[in-house]
């Protein structure tokens, strides 16, 4: 039979899926699982976030809205921003969007031409590197690497990658593996970078997932309105949104225009009851920030102690995000072996070529879980480990 896609060489077609989405599916349905794959709390949304998605919905908002957002969103999120970092954008520098993935699709579409150069790290959330190349960058990455002292990416390793490059992408704090930036490091990128007019996405969808303080160093927090930064954030993480599909973009002002045209051509724009709910998420939410990040501190601890009974198994502790990111040695083929996990155990873990096509001995495990549920994970997977 000739198929509607023989001789057909699409962008689409040539990209590879998701190791991690294959895995998952082929679980689907299985009882007894425990799922620890996918970037996500184990919590559901807070009840006053869903409040005000029903009562925005009571209320008859169903209509198409702004295609930057509802203006009392962006004036909100502007403002947690400013009392964040200390800073004072304009509300003309945010735009909403349906989730961080859109707002990266749309970040991406603003400046990207056929075949400019976009440099990034490894290992990475896999759409980093995918959303630029379905747009036809020639996508590259510089690792960052495991030391005593945690993840180091070598800046200036980077830098000289990053020459002519049109854009580059930082994701701080990183998924997989926590690593974050400081703000000396993001002055020295940000300074080389202005030099060579070079723009920078920043990443920080993690940013409020961060065991050292607040938030993350952002580079929010020391550039000017019109440097070439767009920062990319998102409601699904820090305050248990997943399923919502709402995020935001802050940008230099004369780009916001841009973007307002990508919308309309896309998605048109974000429905107005999950704009209702992010409000309270992002007026009301400090408390559950601050009570899911204890508990996921506590949770790390499981996950630090349960990993260091096994010789060998390395793990560079995180900082930040929610993801133990560990090496098991022996291992030659992550993806058979978390499927034997999988089929053993009953434990989901994310295969690291998910993150990096060469970590084949890398998994990734989130544990934004309960330590009961994490306690339960490893004392099914210990027998397993210890054969290794
Ligand atoms: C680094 C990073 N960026 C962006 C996203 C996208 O988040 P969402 O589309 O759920 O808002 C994720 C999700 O896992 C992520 O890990």
Redesign the pocket.
């Known amino acids: 039979m000739t198929l509607a896609t023989d001789q057909l060489n699409s962008r689409g077609l040539r990209i590879s899926g998701s190791a991690t989405r294959e895995l998952a599916n082929s679980a689907m349905g299985r009882e007894n699982l425990i799922p620890l794959w996918f970037?996500e709390p184990d919590q559901s949304t807070p009840q006053f976030i869903c409040d005000s998605a029903a009562k925005a919905l009571k209320n008859g908002e169903t209509f198409y809205t702004e295609g930057l957002g509802k203006p009392f969103l962006r004036e909100a999120i502007a403002t947690y921003q400013n009392n964040l970092y200390d800073c004072n954008m304009a509300t003309d520098r945010i735009a909403v969007t349906l989730?961080?993935?859109?707002a990266?699709n749309l970040a991406f579409q603003s400046i990207l031409d056929d075949g400019d150069k976009m440099v990034t790290t490894l290992p990475s959330?896999p759409?980093?590197l995918a959303i630029p190349a379905l747009q036809g960058a020639d996508v590259q990455a510089v690792n960052i690497r495991p030391t005593e002292d945690g993840w180091k990416l070598d800046i200036d390793e980077f830098l000289d990658r990053a020459k002519g490059a049109k854009v580059v992408l930082l994701?701080s704090p990183n998924?997989p593996t926590g690593w974050t930036l400081n703000h000396d490091e993001q002055r020295y990128i940000l300074d080389e970078l202005r030099n060579r007019g070079t723009w920078i996405i920043a990443?920080d969808?993690?940013s409020r997932l961060y065991y050292d303080g607040k938030a993350a160093p952002a580079f929010l927090e020391i550039s000017q309105p019109e440097d070439r930064l767009i920062v990319?954030n998102?409601f699904?993480k820090a305050w248990a949104m997943?399923g919502w599909?709402i995020?935001w973009l802050t940008l230099p002002a004369s780009l916001t225009p841009t973007v307002e045209k990508l919308m309309e051509y896309s998605a048109a724009c974000v429905p107005a009851f999950t704009q209702h709910a992010a409000l309270s998420a992002i007026t009301k939410g400090e408390d559950f920030i601050e009570t899911s990040n204890q508990r996921y501190l506590k949770s790390l601890e499981v996950v630090s102690k349960r990993l260091s009974e096994f010789p060998n198994i390395k793990f560079p502790r995180p900082n930040a995000a929610f993801y133990a990111y560990f090496q098991i040695n022996g291992v030659t083929d992550n993806m058979a072996y978390a499927r034997k996990i999988l089929d053993e155990t009953g434990v989901g873990l994310a295969p690291g070529i998910a993150f990096d096509p060469d970590a084949k001995d890398w998994f990734r495990l989130c544990f934004a879980n309960s330590t009961d549920r994490i306690n339960e994970a490893f004392d099914r997977m210990t027998p397993l480990l210890l054969s290794q």
């Open positions: 970037g989730s961080g993935g859109n990266l959330f759409n980093l994701n998924n990443d969808v993690y990319v998102s699904s997943t599909r995020g």
